[in-house]
């Protein structure tokens, strides 16, 4: 869906995006992630023709991007960016309405995808349609841009840093409900982040970049357990196994076990369930579809762990 062959980008001497080379599946969410100025948020926008290429080819449903205009590439292609860019002066509904006005729909037909966009991401149409900019609140106004992002309905969505300015409890939440709206939509996202824990949650594959190389691209598993090199050991300093738990649903382990407890297991990931497990009194947690301890999770889990190593 997106291909990038030794693609560099240069600003006079200084090299901001040195030769990289990777594909994006369709349908896959790929996160780029890596400290301040390695390069990241550079080669999202040279996707977009937001910035020049200086060297090598990017294509993107299979056509040069060189070969395409770049109104209409940007049309085709959703973008959330972290400081939202909502424009101010228009409603919510203005804003969701954008790009399927550029696109020239009918006014009934953007109607009703305002509508099931605003659902979609949680909010009530009737609620928040008519509201502005500055009577939403951060989390709110994240929900609207990923909305206005899915509007013209586009098979690539580029999200740069989209939850970095969220409070921590709330960019949770929306990390979660991004990754189901995903899995629902299947489109193929490039999501570019700093967030270790924000990349392993969501990401079907990880690329780590670093002084604008790429220096390691696989899944969440293989990188944690894989490291390729000390600073992407460093990068993640131990945390990633642990992390890890987070993307596990805590059903896929519990023993069967007749029950009466009124809590399911499917309202839990793993990460949570060994947090309520270490800190609480109880050496195993009930529910209605049976039982997990310590002990049979880390059994469980030793065994898929010795699957990634090398």
Same mark, same amino acid.
């Given at each position: 869906?997106? @291909?990038?062959? #030794?693609v560099?980008?240069?600003y006079?001497n200084?090299v ?8 994006i ?10 400290p301040?100025?390695?390069g990241? +948020?550079?080669?999202?926008r040279?996707? #977009? =023709?937001?910035v020049?290429?200086s ?10 991007i060189?070969?395409?205009d ?5 049309k085709?292609?959703?973008? &959330? ?6 424009f ?5 509904? @203005?804003?969701?309405?954008? &790009?399927?006005?550029?696109? #020239?729909?009918?006014?009934?037909t953007? +109607?009703k ?12 149409p009737? =609620? ?6 500055a009577?939403? +609140?951060?989390?709110e ?5 990923v909305?206005r992002?899915l !509007? ?5 969505l580029?999200?740069?840093?989209p939850?970095?300015a &969220?409070?921590?409890?709330n960019r949770?939440r929306?990390?979660?409900e991004?990754?189901q ?5 299947? @489109? ?13 949650l969501?990401a079907?594959?990880?690329?780590i970049?670093?002084?604008g190389?790429?220096?390691?691209? *696989?899944?969440?598993?293989e990188?944690?357990?894989n490291?390729k090199?000390e ?5 993640? @300093?131990?945390? *990633? ?8 649903? !805590?059903i ?7 029950s ?17 497990l ?13 039982h ?5 999770? +880390?059994r469980?889990l ?9």
């Amino acid at each position: 869906m997106i @291909k990038l062959s #030794n693609v560099t980008k240069k600003y006079g001497n200084f090299v901001a995006v040195d030769s990289i080379s990777m594909d994006i599946k369709q349908g896959e969410l790929m996160v780029i992630l890596g400290p301040s100025g390695c390069g990241k +948020s550079t080669t999202l926008r040279l996707i #977009n =023709k937001m910035v020049t290429i200086s060297e090598g080819d990017i294509l993107v449903r299979g056509k040069n991007i060189v070969d395409i205009d770049d109104v209409e590439l940007r049309k085709s292609i959703g973008y &959330v960016i972290q400081s939202i860019g909502l424009f101010p002066h228009m409603s919510v509904e @203005k804003n969701i309405a954008t &790009v399927p006005t550029l696109l #020239n729909w009918e006014k009934e037909t953007i +109607s009703k995808r305002i509508d099931k966009m605003l659902e979609l991401v949680g909010l009530s149409p009737e =609620k928040y349609k008519e509201k502005k900019p500055a009577q939403l +609140s951060g989390g709110e106004a994240q929900r609207i841009g990923v909305a206005r992002a899915l !509007a013209a309905d586009p098979d690539i969505l580029l999200m740069d840093e989209p939850f970095g300015a &969220v409070d921590p409890i709330n960019r949770l939440r929306l990390q979660r409900e991004f990754r189901q709206i995903q899995q629902n939509l299947n @489109k193929t996202v490039l999501f570019v982040t700093h967030d270790v824990e924000e990349a392993l949650l969501i990401a079907d594959r990880i690329c780590i970049m670093n002084h604008g190389k790429i220096i390691q691209i *696989g899944t969440p598993e293989e990188i944690s357990i894989n490291p390729k090199n000390e600073f992407v050991k460093e990068f993640f @300093k131990g945390e *990633g196994i642990l992390s890890l738990l987070s993307r596990k649903k !805590a059903i896929d382990y519990v023993i069967p076990r007749i029950s009466n407890e009124s809590k399911s297991a499917n309202d839990f990931n793993l990460k949570e369930v060994i947090t309520l497990l270490l800190t609480g009194e109880a050496d195993e947690l009930i529910f209605k579809e049976g039982h997990l301890t310590l002990n049979e999770i +880390s059994r469980a889990l030793r065994g898929e762990i010795n699957e990634f190593k090398e």
